[in-house]
Every structure is written in structure tokens, then in C-alpha cells.
């Protein structure tokens, strides 16, 4: 029997223990990767490799914007301080549920459209593994 899917609908995500609101979406965590590290020598029969460094990579979240939210301010002030802080993310349901890790704030814009809302996406460099619990 197959898994059942989790609903993105109630899922939270916190940064510096504030609570962003205006969350529209999330992307690319889990998008890091290790270096190959080259181990081939003449005795070889094939390339050989061991694997190296672990990024841990970025991600985004897409947001409508609100200069008097706690958690965009928490963004704002972690990019200009250049802090490292931890996230949070709380999906509804599934036993491991809660995914923690520390990120600092390489980006946070706002975008202005006609006929629209004010928009902008925060990108987070990942910088220590992510941790279901």
C-alpha cells in the first residue's frame, strides 16, 4: 500500500524562532550535494572516487510581503546583520514531521506588479545538515 501524501495546507516555517506569515511557497530543500574526490590511480580499471564535502545547498520561500510580520522582519534584519539562525519547518502530519536546521539569508526582495499584491522571495544558504524529528 502506498504512503499517504502529505497536504502542504497548515505547514509552518519559522526563522530566528519568529513565524513567517505570508508563506506562498517553499523550494530546493534537500538540494545540496557532496564533491567527488578523484581516488583513480594507474593501477585502476575504472575512475575511482570517494565522496567529499557535504553543501547542504539554498533554498527559497515566495512570500506576500508585510513590513509588520515578525518572521519577514527576523529576514530582513538576519541579512543585514549577516546571522545565522535557525529554521524551522512543521508540515502537518507524518511522524517525522519537523525538519530543523541553521540558514543565513542570502536574498530577500520585493516585487511590485500592476494589478497585483506585493510579493518577494527570501533565499537561505543552508549551513548545517537538515533534521527530521
Known amino acids: 500500500m502506498a504512503a499517504t501524501p502529505i497536504k502542504t495546507q497548515t505547514t509552518t516555517i519559522s526563522y530566528n524562532s519568529q513565524t513567517i506569515d505570508g508563506v506562498m511557497s517553499m523550494t530546493g ?23 567529499g564535502l557535504q ?29 545565522t539562525n535557525t529554521v524551522v519547518i512543521t508540515l502537518p502530519t507524518s511522524t517525522l514531521n519537523v525538519l530543523t536546521f541553521s540558514a543565513f539569508v542570502t536574498q530577500f526582495t520585493t516585487d511590485i506588479n500592476a494589478d497585483g499584491i506585493v510579493t518577494g522571495k527570501a533565499t537561505f544558504r543552508i549551513v548545517s545538515a537538515p533534521v527530521y524529528s
Open 29 to 51: 530543500i534537500g538540494s545540496g550535494s557532496a564533491t567527488e574526490i578523484p581516488t583513480t590511480t594507474l593501477a585502476s580499471t575504472a575512475k575511482e572516487f570517494v565522496q
Open 55 to 83: 553543501d547542504f545547498g539554498s533554498f527559497s520561500i515566495d512570500v506576500t510581503r508585510n513590513q509588520d510580520d515578525a518572521g519577514q522582519a527576523a529576514i530582513s534584519a538576519a541579512l543585514a546583520a549577516q546571522s
